[in-house]
């Protein structure tokens, strides 16, 4: 799809996250609407992802490490056609297939695996890139991670693995907003300069700006080109991108908006598709 096509999406993922907060009156729209262009461009136009057969053993896996954003993550394969638009809005809800973080046992299609707790998706993710090397397949695997989430040991214990058995199939993107549960990532703990680090690691970095389509769309296909390494596609972003009350706030890590902040925000994004 075109940039143009995109955008359109984009804003009715937004539009989506917003609703299935606001109804659940709980949940996460900083880092949600952050991800946003990230997970429309990887799975229109970059991931092997087939919405009528979503267990294709070719398919391109992804794992969702900070798993509480899971509302962009519904909101897109609803654009897919995975969820229905009346599902949506049984976010949070007992019963629902729409946990408040993805839930494997809920057989929902694209949803390879339960996340939560943070530090573990690159691993899983690079345990899956590994497996597809030993078969011989081409298939490749993406875990979007927040900033917030770089503090935990864990995800370098992945980062020296995958780049020592050389998993040019591993994408791991970083959702760069500057802001976690606690505040500003630089003063809860410094993750710079992480791009630096990476690079040490072994990894082929390309940094970006996270809410530009064709930045997004480049690096993706230059991911896909590296033979010998690892990538990590490093994506400065704003928290709560597009609702301008929300945005590089910490508060709006995981706060619902009220009925009347819905309808404002639905009236700016439906504003910044007209501009």
């Keep these: 799809m075109d940039t143009g096509d995109l955008k359109i999406i984009s804003a009715s993922v937004r539009k989506d996250i917003i609703k299935m907060l606001g109804l659940a009156g709980s949940g996460h729209p900083g880092g949600s609407l952050s991800s946003v262009e990230l997970l429309v461009s990887l799975y229109f136009n970059h991931m092997k992802f087939n919405p009528k057969n979503p267990y294709d053993p070719d398919r391109d896996y992804f794992v969702l490490s900070k798993g509480h954003v899971c509302p962009v993550l519904y909101a897109v394969l609803a654009q897919l056609e995975c969820?229905?638009?009346?599902?949506?809005?049984?976010?949070?809800?007992?019963?629902?297939?729409?946990?408040?973080?993805?839930?494997?046992?809920?057989?929902?299609?694209?949803?390879?695996?339960?996340?939560?707790?943070?530090?573990?998706?690159?691993?899983?993710g690079a345990g899956i890139a590994a497996g597809m090397k030993q078969l011989n397949r081409n298939n490749r695997t993406y875990v979007l991670m927040g900033d917030g989430e770089q503090q935990e040991g864990s995800v370098w214990e992945a980062a020296m693995s995958a780049s020592h058995y050389k998993l040019n199939n591993l994408c791991a993107i970083i959702d760069d907003n500057g802001l976690q549960i606690d505040g500003q990532t630089k003063n809860v703990m410094n993750i710079e300069p992480l791009a630096d680090k990476y690079k040490s690691f072994g990894w082929h970095v390309i940094e970006i700006d996270g809410h530009n389509l064709d930045e997004i769309d480049a690096a993706y296909s230059k991911a896909k080109e590296e033979k010998e390494k690892p990538t990590a596609i490093i994506a400065k972003t704003i928290k709560g991108k597009g609702v301008s009350f929300m945005e590089n706030l910490a508060e709006w890590h995981g706060k619902a908006p009220s009925k009347e902040q819905v309808e404002k925000a639905f009236a700016e994004i439906d504003a910044s598709i007209k501009r």
């Design 83 to 124: 969820i229905t638009a009346d599902e949506l809005c049984t976010l949070r809800k007992a019963g629902s297939r729409l946990q408040g973080h993805p839930a494997k046992d809920k057989e929902l299609p694209g949803i390879e695996i339960a996340t939560g707790s943070l530090g573990y998706g690159l691993s899983i």
